[in-house]
C-alpha cells in the first residue's frame, strides 16, 4: 500500500501532493513501482497536526480518487463520515480509519475497512502513553473493533496495531515483536512504520526503552533502511499489507521475501 498524502504538513511528505497534478502523478508512479493500493489521505495525523474541514478534505481527495481508482484499488485515510462516502462514491473500496468509527459507512458501499488501534488523538497522544500490556491492550481493542465490524456488515476487514499512535519506542518494537500473534488470529494485518519517528530514533542510536527524544532524530528522508527492515519484518510475520511511502524499495524486498516462500 503506498501513501499518498494530499496534505500540506504530513510529518515526510506533506507539501509534495498537495496540488492534483503532482498527487495522480505520484499515484501512478507508485503503481508502477509495484504498490497494490494507493492509500489516500487529506489530513495529516501525525501527532500535533492541525485539523482539517470536511469540506478542505473532500477537495484534497476526491479528484485525485477519480483519477486514481479506475487504474488501481484505492483507499481513503481518513476518520470522517462524509469524506468516506465521498471517496467511496468516487471509486475508493477501502476506509483505512485511524480512528476506527467508520466501520457502518464502509458497510454501506461494501468496501473493507482498516480497523487502526490508536491511544488518544493527535493532540495529545504522544504525551506520555502508559499500558500494563501493550500487545494484550491492542489485540484486544482489534478484536472488539473487528467484531463491531462484522456486525455493521463490512466482510473484508484488516487490523492495524497503529505504530505511532499513542506508543512509545518501546511499545512499537514491542508491538512488531508480537505481530506473530495477531497475524494468528488469521484476520489480515496492515502494518504502518514507513519513515516513522521510532525508526529516526533508532537510526540514530537511540535507546530501544527510551522515548522518542533522547536523541536528534534521522530526518525523515533518512529512513529507508530502517523503514525496510520493518516492513520486512512485518512480512515475514505474515503481515499480509504494509503501509509504505517508499514503494520501489519495498516492493523489491517483498519480491525476494515471496521468492524465498515459493
Ligand atoms: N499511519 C499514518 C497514517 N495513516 N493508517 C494506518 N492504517 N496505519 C498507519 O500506521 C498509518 C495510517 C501516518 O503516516 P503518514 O500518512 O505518512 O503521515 P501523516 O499522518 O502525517 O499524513
Redesign the pocket.
Known amino acids: 500500500m503506498g501513501?499518498l498524502?494530499v496534505?500540506s504538513?504530513?510529518?515526510?511528505?506533506?507539501g509534495l501532493y498537495l496540488d492534483y497534478d503532482a498527487a495522480v502523478r505520484r499515484g501512478r508512479e507508485m503503481v508502477a513501482e509495484g504498490a497494490d493500493v494507493v492509500?489516500v489521505?487529506g489530513?495529516?495525523?501525525?501527532p500535533g497536526?492541525a485539523a482539517v474541514t470536511a469540506d478542505e478534505e473532500l477537495r484534497r481527495v476526491v479528484p485525485v480518487i477519480e483519477a486514481l481508482a479506475a487504474e488501481v484499488r484505492v483507499s481513503v485515510?481518513t476518520s470522517k463520515a462524509s469524506v468516506a462516502h465521498a471517496a467511496l462514491c468516487a471509486g475508493a473500496t477501502l476506509v483505512?480509519d485511524?480512528s476506527s468509527t467508520l466501520a457502518s459507512v464502509a458497510a454501506d458501499h461494501g468496501a473493507g475497512f482498516?480497523a487502526?488501534h490508536r491511544k488518544g488523538t493527535p493532540a495529545d497522544m504522544q504525551h506520555n502513553p502508559r499500558y500494563d500490556d501493550v500487545a494484550a491492550e491492542v489485540a484486544r481493542f482489534l478484536d472488539e473493533r473487528v467484531r463491531e465490524a462484522r456486525a455493521a456488515g463490512v466482510e473484508e476487514i484488516y487490523i492495524?496495531p497503529?505504530?505511532?499512535?499513542g506508543k512509545t519506542v518501546r511499545h512499537n518494537l514491542q508491538l512488531l515483536a508480537a505481530l506473530p500473534e495477531l497475524v494468528a488470529t488469521g484476520i489480515p494485518v496492515?502494518?504502518?512504520?514507513?519513515?516513522?519517528s521510532f525508526i529516526g530514533h533508532l537510526g540514530a542510536g537511540g535507546s530501544s526503552d527510551g522515548r522518542v527524544g533522547d536523541v536528534p532524530l534521522l530526518a525523515s528522508g533518512a529512513r529507508l533502511e530502517g523503514s525496510l527492515a520493518s516492513a520486512v519484518w512485518a512480512m515475514a510475520c505474515g503481515a499480509a499489507v504494509v503501509?509504505v511511502?517508499d514503494v520501489a524499495a519495498t516492493a523489491q524486498a517483498a519480491r525476494l521475501l515471496a521468492g524465498t516462500a515459493a
Not at 9 to 14: A, N, V
Not at 162 to 165: E, Q, S, V
Not at 190 to 196: D, I, P
Request: aromatic share 6%; glycine share 14%.
Open positions: 501513501v498524502n496534505t504538513d504530513s510529518f515526510s511528505d506533506g492509500d489521505g489530513e495529516s495525523t501525525r497536526a485515510d483505512n485511524v482498516v487502526m492495524d497503529g505504530i505511532g499512535f496492515l502494518v504502518g512504520t514507513s519513515r516513522k503501509r511511502h
